[in-house]
C-alpha cells in the first residue's frame, strides 16, 4: 500500500522557518513529480510548489522567493519544502501529493503567528 506521510509542521512567528518533509512507503518518488500543497480554515486546497520528474520546479506566486522544493538526494523515498520568511497568511495544513495519482498524505499543520 502506498502511503505519504507529511512531518516537520509546528508554530512559528513571522519572519521564521520550517522544513517540511514527506515521506513514502510502497513507493520510490522518482518515477513521479511530486507537489506540496495546502489549505488554510474556509478556503480550497490550492498548490504551493511542485517539483517534476526532470527536477523541474514550479512555485505559487505568494511563495516565490521564500520556498524551496526539493528531493533528498540520499533517499528515494522523501521531499522536502524550506519554507523561509513564514508570514501569516502561510498558515494552513499542509499536503504532499504524487503527481498524476490519487496519493495523498495526510497533512501538516503550520501556523505563523505572533
Known amino acids: 500500500q502506498v502511503q505519504l506521510a507529511e512531518s516537520g509542521g509546528g508554530s512559528v512567528q513571522p519572519g521564521g522557518s520550517l522544513r517540511l518533509s514527506c515521506a513514502a512507503s510502497g513507493i520510490m518518488f522518482s518515477p513521479y513529480g511530486l507537489g506540496w500543497y495546502r489549505q488554510a480554515p474556509g478556503k480550497q486546497r490550492e498548490v504551493v510548489a511542485r517539483i517534476f520528474i526532470n527536477g523541474s520546479t514550479k512555485y505559487a506566486d505568494p511563495v516565490k522567493g521564500r520556498f524551496t522544493i526539493s528531493r533528498d538526494n540520499a533517499a528515494n523515498d522523501r521531499e522536502h519544502l524550506q519554507m523561509n520568511n513564514l508570514k501569516p497568511e502561510d498558515t494552513a495544513v499542509y499536503y504532499c501529493?504524487?503527481?498524476?495519482?490519487?496519493?495523498w498524505g495526510q497533512g501538516t499543520q503550520v501556523t505563523v503567528s505572533s
Open positions: 501529493h504524487l503527481l498524476g495519482t490519487l496519493v
